[in-house]
Each structure stands twice: as structure tokens, then as C-alpha cells.
């Protein structure tokens, strides 16, 4: 099985509390989910190699330490878009791929509309960037899409995953290791995860069909 980081950061669970508020309108939960896909970045930066390097300081010469990595940052579309936007905040030189997947909501499997990356990729690690990991349907059908494009190295992160989405992607993509911010009860008869967030993607670009929930946040 693959190793899962639940992040143990009280920042993150903070935010993540404010995350789920259905009192949390668009603004502040896109605000939310750049940050918190900072701060998850960052745990998932943490083994990544460097090389030396000498760079030149006001003062003299220095010895300096560069990714010696080809980043890659994968935005699941649509709601991976909001954590595209801090992965590149911590690493602005990363490639970005994009990958338009969405859940057939009667079959729950992934319908793929839209990829877009170089022929030649060159990436030797790409994070791969989604909220929610339900089913894990969508974040499995990714990882074979940038394995057939020929990265190496992946990763996954994502701010809610649902045991049954970690126990699919250990089956299926054992090699790809998961950093999340935390990990809740289960999915629902409609494989929504509980208690979860409702749906990511509709709350990061106020598309909610719910004239209910939207009354929440005028
Ligand atoms: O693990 P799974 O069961 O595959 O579910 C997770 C997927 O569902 C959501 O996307 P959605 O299909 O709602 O598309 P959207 O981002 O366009 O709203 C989410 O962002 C994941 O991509
Ligand atoms: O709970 C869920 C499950 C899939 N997609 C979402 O946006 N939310
Ligand atoms: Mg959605």
C-alpha cells in the first residue's frame, strides 16, 4: 500500500473547518483552497531532491541548493483549478497540465473531456492537484493518463479523501503517494463523502443548483 499523509497541521485542520461551513461562500473558499493546497504542498515538497548550485550574492559567491526536479502541477478540472493557483505559489517555475475529468454523477465513473500537455513531456515528478477524493475513480484515471504520457514520479493531493478513494488508488496506483488533509467517515448511497464539503467544484465557482445552499452566501 501506498504511504497516506493525513496532515497533522492545526492550521490546516483550521481551515479546513471553515472549508465544510456551508456558511462559506465562494470568495473565501477559493481563498481557502489556494491555501490549504500551499500548506499541502509544502509537506509534499518535502522530499524532493536539490542540487548545488553557485549564485552570485551583493556579497560574493555563494553555494546555493535548486530543485533539481521537472515539476509538473496537475489541476484536475474543474476543481482542482483552486489548488493549481498554490502549488504554483510555491513553485512558480512548475509545469502546468490540465486534465478535464468529471463524474458520470449516475455511473460515478470519470467521463474524461479535455487534457492538454507538451508531446515531449520532460517532467520527471508532477503533483497531481484534486480536493476531493471520493471513489477515487477520477484520481486513478489521471495517474494513468500521466503514466501513459511518460512521468515518472507521481503524487497526489487532495484536502478530503474518503476511505474507499485511499483503498482504490492503494489497489490500483500503489507507487503514488497521497498527502490530504484529512480523511472522513465515508461516501454516501450517492458517493458524495461525509461529512465532506458538498461539492468542490460548484463552491469554488458558485455553479450550486441548490438555490438553498446559494441563499447561505448572497
Ligand atoms: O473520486 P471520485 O468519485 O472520482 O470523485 C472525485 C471527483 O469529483 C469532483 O469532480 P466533479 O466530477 O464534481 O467535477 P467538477 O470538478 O467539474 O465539479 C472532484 O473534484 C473529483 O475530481
Ligand atoms: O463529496 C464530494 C465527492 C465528489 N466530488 C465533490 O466535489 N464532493
Ligand atoms: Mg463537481
Known sequence: MQPVFPSSHPIVH???????????????????VRSLAVLLGHEACQDLPTRNTQVT?????????????????????????GMADGLIDLIPQAEVWHIGLFRDETTL??????????????LTVAFVVDPMLATGGSAVRTCEILKAAGVPRLKLISLIAAPEGIARMAEAMPDVPIHVG?????????????????????RQFATSADPDEAAHHP
Open 14 to 32: 483550521h481551515k479546513i473547518a471553515s472549508l465544510r461551513d456551508v456558511r462559506t461562500g465562494p470568495a473565501e473558499f477559493r481563498a481557502l
Open 182 to 202: 484529512v480523511i472522513d467517515e465515508r461516501l454516501t448511497e450517492i458517493g458524495f463523502i461525509y461529512p465532506g464539503l458538498g461539492d468542490a467544484g460548484d
Open 109 to 122: 465513473r470519470p467521463t474524461e473531456y479535455y487534457n492538454k500537455f507538451p508531446v515531449r513531456p520532460r
Open 57 to 81: 550574492t551583493p556579497l560574493g559567491p555563494a553555494t546555493a541548493h535548486v530543485l533539481s526536479d521537472v515539476v509538473g502541477v496537475v489541476p484536475v478540472l474543474r476543481a482542482g483549478l
